[in-house]
């Protein structure tokens, strides 16, 4: 993994004509309800143990409080782009979690997914709740020879862990397009790689997955009474 020492980071200077040239759609932003990586948040807020599966039959076991995942997925990307309600979402129980505890197979780090799930789902664009005008500091290098991303994202990480700054001026320093810069920070902030240094910033409050077998005993119970 390359350090501080091995990349060129530009001195920081006054934008001039021959910068690039920042653009300002007005719609910059993607809805993360939209996209797995809500499920994944919801997951992560309420501390639950899920698996999350399409049709096909790929799918993922998630284990928030442990850190780890796993997959059973062909093409991530494919997956994380996914319409939600394509998804069907199930609660583990106990004895589910265990049989993935005690399994011969190796869990991978879970904010790895995440930052999978916001990258794809990103496209180009911003995910919601984070602004362009954002200044912003790396405060963890992320693994990048194992996630998806732009050749751009190590002089992007290497700047942003030395030097907090505004994601718009980091395109002009960088001369990165604002698409990269998006994907970067939306998989970046939704892995919890990102401090934001000129706002506060609050967690959405987030619903609980529908445990479907502690509904289905509690009907049952109903049914004998």
């Known amino acids: 993994m390359p350090t501080m020492n091995d990349i060129h980071i530009p001195k920081m200077r006054e934008a001039t004509k021959d910068d690039v040239v920042v653009r300002h759609p007005e ?3 993607f809805d993360p309800e939209e996209y797995l990586v809500n499920i994944l948040g919801r997951a992560v807020a309420n501390k639950q ?25 062909d093409d991530m990307e494919a997956f994380c782009l996914s319409n939600i309600n394509q998804f069907e979402v199930k609660v583990l129980n106990p004895s589910e979690v265990e049989k993935f505890r005690v399994s011969d197979r190796q ?56 030097y907090p700054t ?15 810069m998006f994907a970067f920070y939306s998989a970046a902030f939704s892995a919890g790689y990102v401090e934001v240094q000129n706002r506060q910033t609050e967690p959405p409050a987030l619903k609980p997955h529908r445990d479907n077998s502690m509904l289905g005993q509690l009907l049952s119970r109903i049914s004998r009474l």
């Open 27 to 29: 719609n910059y932003h």
């Open 49 to 73: 143990d899920i698996s999350v599966t399409l049709p096909s039959g790929e799918g993922l076991a998630i284990f928030p409080a442990r850190g780890d995942y796993f997959s059973f997925i």
């Open 107 to 162: 869990g991978r780090n879970f904010d790895e997914l995440l930052w999978q799930a916001s990258y794809y789902a990103s496209q180009g664009r911003l995910i919601k709740g984070c602004q362009r005008e954002d200044v912003i500091e790396i405060s963890y290098w992320p693994n990048l020879t194992r996630l998806p991303c732009h050749p751009s994202a190590i002089a992007i990480t290497a700047l942003l862990t030395r």
């Open 166 to 180: 505004s994601i718009t001026l980091a395109c002009r320093i960088l001369n990165v397009p604002q698409e990269e």
